[in-house]
């Protein structure tokens, strides 16, 4: 894959552009290498770091209701109130 800006590989993966620069400075994603071309700085995302997004998002986002819930701690019955 040549390279792949990071509008794409949000477009990509189905989540929204901010929700991955959320995910990546909050440390959630390693972020990809990066690449300086004058003063500007570019991600040079890779098919690697693709899939390692799309795995991330399985595993903890839930579209359109944000991320997955904590199980419960469950309670234990011999403390309950008559």
């Known amino acids: 894959m040549a390279n792949i800006s990071t509008q794409d590989v949000a477009r990509e993966v189905g989540i929204n552009r901010v929700t991955l620069e ?5 440390g959630k994603i390693r972020p990809p290498k990066t690449i300086s071309y004058g003063k500007n700085e570019f991600r040079d995302w890779t098919a690697r770091d693709v ?6 998002k399985q595993k903890n986002y839930r579209k359109g ?4 819930p904590k199980p419960k701690k ?3 019955s011999t403390f309950a109130c008559a």
């Open 65 to 68: 209701r944000g991320r997955k």
């Open 74 to 76: 469950r309670r234990d």
């Open 51 to 56: 899939e390692r997004v799309r795995k991330y």
């Open 22 to 26: 959320r995910w990546l400075s909050s």
